[in-house]
Each structure stands twice: as C-alpha cells, then as structure tokens.
C-alpha cells in the first residue's frame, strides 16, 4: 500500500486501471496466473454489468454498473459500496473523474450527465436538447 499523498506513475496507474477493468468485464480465472496475480472481488449485486471504471480523486476505484442503474466504489482493500442512481433505467456508462474533485457519469437512457460525490450523494443534469 503506498503512503497517503503520494503519486503513483500514470503509466502504473493506467496499466492497474486496464487490468482491473478486464478483470472485472471478463473473468479469465487461471488464463491470467501465467502473467501475474490477480485479485478478483465479486459485486454485490448480481448480474450488475460493471461498464467503465476510473480512479477516484479519493483513491478508490469507481464504475459505472449498466445493468442495475448503480454507480461502485471499490476500496483499495475491495470493499464496495453501490450508490443507486436516482433516474431509473437511466443506463449508466462512462465515468471520469473531474477537476472539482467529483467523479462524472453518463446516463444514457435518461439524456442526462449525472456527477457523484467521493461520499456517493449523485446529481444528475439534463443533456440539452437540440432543435434550435
């Protein structure tokens, strides 16, 4: 475990980032150990469809879950907590972390952009129409 305020390599970060984020889209059990160790933390929430993952500002690890309409935070540790999304079917996909300290999401179903605090309170806005 690294030291609070310390930075970690962006190459490292990301290289963690891609191997989490296909550990947790596709399971490959024992294809991987040949490479190195993987943990693996299962959902809480079954079938929950984990779509996109970002590193938090806070440290943890955020994704958005397309299938529930949840937004997860996984500790360092590999405690999750789920935070439900208030639109409901809204489809959560993509998920950054912005310069306000906020991590930012897209609800695709529901038109909306939705942001979603380090301790989980999510607000969502609605993506503006067109048509002049």
């Known amino acids: 475990m690294r030291a609070r ?8 970060a990301a290289t963690a980032l891609i191997i989490l984020s ?7 059990g024992d294809a991987i150990a040949a490479v190195g160790d993987i943990t693996s933390y299962p959902l809480p929430t079954a ?9 938090g500002p ?3 690890i955020w ?17 999750v907590t789920e935070y439900p999304i208030p639109a409901a079917a809204s489809r959560p996909e ?6 306000d300290g906020n991590l930012w999401f897209t609800e695709a179903s529901a038109n909306k952009v939705a942001k979603v605090t380090t301790t989980g309170v999510i607000t969502e806005y609605a993506a503006p129409t ?3």
Do not use: W, Y
Request: positive net charge.
């Open 5 to 12: 305020g310390t930075k970690r390599s962006p190459a490292r």
């Open 22 to 28: 296909a550990a947790l889209a596709f399971p490959l």
């Open 47 to 55: 079938n929950s469809g984990p779509f996109a993952i970002v590193a």
């Open 58 to 60: 806070d440290g943890n």
């Open 63 to 79: 994704f958005t879950e397309d299938n529930v309409n949840q937004v997860g935070k996984m500790t360092t540790s590999g405690v």
């Open 94 to 99: 993509g998920i950054t972390a912005g310069p």
């Open 130 to 132: 067109g048509g002049g």
